[in-house]
């Protein structure tokens, strides 16, 4: 949202886009959508174009996926705050899309009746959406940028300019990856936007689960498994017998502030695995200062009776090197907690955070349709492991067996971009706000 808001904002105030010079946003999800409200509302003639037949689709499809705003700022004051924009911030300018915590589903409902309301009061003249449209060329003019359209079966009308002041593609960064390799036979784990019955692991019968990344995909899953709660900020409620002290959350943010500023200097994974160690080993120490102190030092046994509670047989973390990889705070350091109870002999052998280990493949026994998570959920799985860290990975020296596989490998960014090859190179690290200022 703040993303696709600001982009506008900026390109009004240079004059890029206005009157006779449109805007052309590409993806109608809610970064898109932001950017085209923010656009309309500024008078900029705007064309939203989307592939799919509505708005909103990947949360549209997700009744179980639970968005609570505000609870990855963590640990700054307003991350219980349950509202986007959090409850008395003054904005320099308001968001078009805020929103209060639902799950995915119904918050795509509830923004589509926005973006609905929005169309009627703009008007085709400022704001156009087609859907089932996607783009299919561009040309770079001396002040504009002309693009050209490809209109797919159900296309509900065509765009009313091909040639814009500015295109702003909301499409995503690339493919999320559920398989350990791009073949058809190969396991497909359930999405991220996909649903899913990891909190409950109804109608199973004390299964084993393995949930492989170490990236916010998976570390959230992890929690939800572990916890079965809904949210991280749930779960946190319930872990602490009393508010961290300010001294906690103090190590903690100065900890992100050093990875965040050294991340915008790093160049090479070997950068980037540096810092990410270092901040990993940051959260271990301040969690394990903070169990050495009354009352938190009964959290260790807070998260034993959580998890002796739950009706799995064994729950497996694996993730790649001795560190996460970039993640919000507030899954981090849950995870943390669990990793820092374990080392204390809690659950041993029923959960495990396994590093340095990568999954090389997800064999379904006895499945002979393509495998797919929802197909073969509950069924014997064959996990294939292998040492895997940030510099490199090795043959596969074992295998272990569970019921239920989540593959949380990251974001495929070498798909094919909706608007082809991007002037300037690869994404740019970026340290969004938190909310709008000028």
């Known amino acids: 949202m703040l993303r696709g808001h600001t982009t506008v904002e900026r390109l009004v105030e240079l004059d890029v886009v206005h009157g006779k010079a449109p805007l052309l946003v590409v993806g109608a999800g809610v970064a898109g959508v932001t950017a085209a409200i923010t656009a309309a509302l500024s ?19 997700c009744d179980t996926r639970y968005m609570l705003p505000g609870q990855y700022d963590w640990p700054l004051p307003h991350w219980k705050s349950g509202s986007f924009p959090p409850v008395g911030i003054k904005l320099a300018s308001p968001l078009p899309l805020p929103y209060s915590s639902a799950f995915a589903s119904r918050l795509a409902m509830h923004w589509r ?21 996607k783009p299919a060329g561009l040309e770079i003019l001396k002040d504009s940028v002309r693009c050209s359209f490809d209109l797919m079966p159900g296309a509900t009308k065509k765009p009313r300019f091909d040639e814009f002041g500015a295109i702003i593609s909301a499409s995503g960064f690339g493919t999320e990856r559920v398989r350990t390799h791009n073949s058809r036979d190969a396991f497909a784990s359930v999405h991220f936007w996909q649903n899913d019955r990891l909190e ?29 709660m809904r949210s991280a900020l749930e779960l946190m409620t319930y872990c602490m017998p009393a508010e961290p002290p300010g001294s906690f959350r103090e190590r903690i943010q100065a900890a992100e502030d050093q990875a965040v500023r050294a991340a915008s200097w790093a160049s090479t994974s070997e950068h980037d695995h540096a810092i990410q160690l270092r901040l990993h080993e940051s959260y271990m120490e301040a969690i394990q200062d903070l169990f050495s102190k009354p009352p938190f030092n009964s959290v260790p046994e807070r998260i034993n009776q959580l998890l002796k509670g739950r009706p799995f047989s064994k729950l497996t973390l694996v993730h790649p090197c001795r560190h996460f990889s970039q993640s919000y705070a507030l899954n981090r350091v849950l995870v943390c907690m669990v990793q820092e109870a374990l080392s204390r002999g809690i659950q041993r052998g029923r959960v495990e955070v396994l590093g340095e280990t990568g999954v090389a493949e997800v064999q379904c026994v006895g499945c002979k349709a393509p495998p797919e998570a929802n197909l073969c959920f509950g069924r014997r799985h064959r996990v294939q492991l292998n040492p895997r860290t940030c510099s490199g990975t090795k043959a596969v020296d074992r295998t272990i067996e569970a019921e239920v596989v989540v593959l949380r490998l990251g974001i495929d960014r070498g798909a094919k971009a909706t608007l082809g090859e991007r002037p300037g190179g690869g994404l740019r690290r970026q340290l969004l706000p938190y909310f709008p200022t000028r």
């Open 200 to 228: 409950s692991l109804s109608g199973l019968s004390a299964p084993s689960v393995v949930i492989a990344g170490s990236g916010d995909g998976a570390l959230q899953d992890f929690i939800r498994v572990a916890s079965g």
């Open 113 to 133: 009746g926005v973006l609905q309301v929005a169309e009627e009061n703009a008007g085709e003249e400022l704001l156009q959406i087609c859907y089932g449209v």
């Open 43 to 61: 008078r900029v003639p705007t064309v939203l174009v989307e592939a799919e037949p509505e708005a909103f689709t990947l949360q549209a499809r």
